[in-house]
């Protein structure tokens, strides 16, 4: 079969594409090679993503740049590759595939497209549709994973970490927080309302985490174990964890606010950080596997969060993580964690 080169291309090669955007870019130059007047492309995949619901890919033809656009869920439905597109010159905009709109591929020229270039963008649209439908799959397997997985252990997941006991050792600043009387919220309320306020506590949480760089390693009913891992200087990465859980305390505040004008009851929470080493690894029976953190740091900073009712805090800091930070802390002395041989330096954040 005597092809054109970027349907050739689309046949034989597409499929191995990395990505969507390295996938846009190289179908790009080859239509422009093939002398289509070309001034960018957009291709924008439909994801199942509890905040994004699409993802954009933006091509300039000028210099191959790609950009990514992203479509919230809960936002209007957009068309941010068509607006984009129309900014450049006259679009010809194709869906791909039997995909109900999941999958769109769009082309703007430098002028108006002819007859025979429309046919032949449509065409690039059909023989398109089996190299995008892998590529699709795999952002979908990606974000289902991302959002129930996380990150970190999304990506093990993907590069066929799948057998049991296999981890890696992580040093990292670790985060562990959990609300205050949960189990009494539970029993005096409906459950819509229980989830409402779980969905609260972990937005503000798990929100500031992200914005300082952590990554949530767990959910633990109304609990979250979180860390922020060592990359050069343990100092920064303490430092990040720091101000994530300021953060958190300052949008707990807020939400405090919020609560007392609806007359329902403050979720207090208590938090505990430390410095350490975690083995992050595949754990299970032998047809049911998880990914979780163990080790003597885990369970340290578990324990150090147990003090802060009986110390009256918000927020505590162990010693080793104390010894990295430039954060000025308050010193709490020592004290026995249950189920650790030595006595913990406890710290805490100044009262503002």
Known sequence: MNLPAPLAWLLDEAGTSSGPDPFLAELGTRLLADGLPLAGGALTLAVPHPIIARRTWLWRAEDGAVIEALGFAEGPVDHAGRDWLAGLGSVQEDLVGRTAEKVVLGWAG??????????????????????????????????????????????????????????????????????RNFTGL??????????????????????????????????????????????DLPAEACDRALRAVVAARAGMAHLEGLRHEQQLPPLRFGAALHLGEILWGNVGSIDRLDFT???????????????????????????????????????????????????????????T
Do not use: M
């Not at 798990?206 to 060592?230: C, M, N, S, T, Y």
């Not at 969060?305 to 918000?314: A, D, F, I, K, T």
């Open 293 to 351: 953190a163990i080790g003597p740091a885990v369970n340290l900073v578990s324990r150090l969060e147990g003090l802060c009712r009986p110390l009256g805090r918000s927020v505590l800091i162990s010693g080793a993580l104390a010894a990295e930070t430039r954060t000025p802390l308050v010193s709490l002395g020592e004290h026995a964690l249950r189920g650790i041989a030595s006595p913990c330096a406890v710290f805490t954040l100044p009262e």
């Open 186 to 231: 539970s029993e005096e309320h409906e459950p819509a309302r229980v989830i409402a306020a779980l969905n609260d506590w972990f937005d503000r949480l798990a929100g500031a985490i992200h914005a300082f760089g952590g990554e949530v390693l767990k959910f633990i009913g109304d609990g979250v174990l979180a860390i922020f891992p060592v990359n």
């Open 110 to 179: 430098t002028r108006q497209f002819d007859p025979a270039e429309v046919t032949r963008l449509r065409q690039t649209a059909r023989f398109a549709a089996a190299p995008l439908a892998v590529l699709a799959e795999r952002a979908t397997r990606s974000a289902l994973l991302e959002a129930y997985l996380g990150r970190r252990s999304a990506a093990r997941v993907q590069a066929g970490a799948l057998s049991r006991g296999t981890g890696e050792s992580i040093r990292a600043a670790l985060l562990y927080a959990d609300l």
